[in-house]
């Protein structure tokens, strides 16, 4: 049965909005190592750039460049308009920013942060005029408006409880390998997700792919939290 265009624009919001914070959540439940207010942020902060902003972006490039036709249709505007390309390759830049940003813990992130919320709330400011104005309630052009504004609204917060968060703890020599490996498991489930949603998006049949990728990604997590889990047992009690 093919996808109503109501579908496709839930199913992003939930894989590139609400898996990330989800997926951080089921990290840090099951990874003692990630205890501690720094750890814990720092894994939402990764899980949120790397599946939500890097992850998101670069599926809103491929959309507005490759499918601007189904883009168009979902938001309710006219097709065959040159600004998709321009806010594809916007999308690829919020994408690109976001991948770098994982990986970096100074002022890149800030500035990351500031274009994801900019790009956002100007966004959604364009799609609640249409909305008011032409009575424009396509998915689209309606619900996608909480993925614009939950990202900033849950990055901002995140980013502050860091750097008010960072202590001592940045030196140990423990935390630059831990965060490495963070980031190795947040880009896994990212290329299943990914994979996953593209898969569903171009075989019509986004909700089934996007739901099974979400179940490996969860399962990848819980494994490889479990996994550091066990090392640092066994680092503190090491076997005789």
Aim: glycine share 10%.
């Amino acid at each position: 049965m093919e996808d109503s265009v109501w579908t496709p624009v839930a199913v992003r919001l939930f894989a590139f909005t609400v898996l990330p914070a989800l997926l951080a959540t089921l990290h840090v439940r099951r990874d003692t190592s990630a205890k501690g207010r720094l750890r814990t942020v720092e894994v939402y902060l990764i899980y949120l750039f790397v599946l939500g902003v890097a992850a998101g972006g670069i599926s809103g490039f491929f959309g507005h460049v490759f499918t601007p036709d189904m883009v168009a249709d979902s938001i309710d505007w006219p097709k065959g308009s040159p600004f998709q390309q321009e806010m594809g390759f916007a999308n690829l830049a919020l994408g690109v920013l976001g991948l770098i940003a994982a990986g970096r813990r100074d002022g890149f992130r800030e500035a990351t942060v500031i274009a994801v919320a900019i790009v956002g709330v100007g966004a959604t400011f364009v799609h609640v005029i249409d909305m008011v104005q032409e009575g424009n309630l396509a998915p689209g052009n309606s619900i996608q408006n909480i993925g614009n504004l939950l990202k900033p609204a849950l990055l901002i917060p995140i980013l502050i409880v860091s750097r008010r968060s960072e202590s001592n703890e940045v030196d140990d020599p423990s935390f630059d390998p831990w965060r490495r490996s963070v980031l190795g498991t947040a880009g896994i489930v990212t290329a299943v997700v990914g994979t996953g949603f593209g898969i569903g998006f171009s075989l019509e049949l986004a909700v089934p792919s996007t739901l099974i990728a979400a179940v490996l990604a969860a399962g990848i997590v819980a494994r490889s939290a479990s996994t550091r889990r066990t090392a640092e047992v066994l680092s503190r009690h090491p076997l005789s």
